[in-house]
């Protein structure tokens, strides 16, 4: 089943604690799209692309 931006922007938060926003916020052609802010320091940024990346599979 295909998760909602909804979905993947909470299971985000809960298992790679990443804040993201999710695309419906924007409208009906947001769905299926998160959003990021990337205004952050290389390092931080990396840590973040870590963490996301350990959950991505099962988003």
Not at 7 to 28: H, K, N, R, S, Y
Not at 33 to 51: G, N, Y
């Amino acid at each position: 089943m295909k998760k909602s931006s909804l979905e993947v922007t909470q299971a985000l938060i809960d298992e790679a604690l990443v804040v993201t926003t999710p695309g419906i916020a924007f409208g009906p052609a947001g769905e299926g799209h998160i959003r990021m802010s990337i205004a952050e320091r290389t390092p931080d940024l990396e840590k973040m692309l870590d963490r996301v990346a350990k959950v991505a599979g099962r988003l």
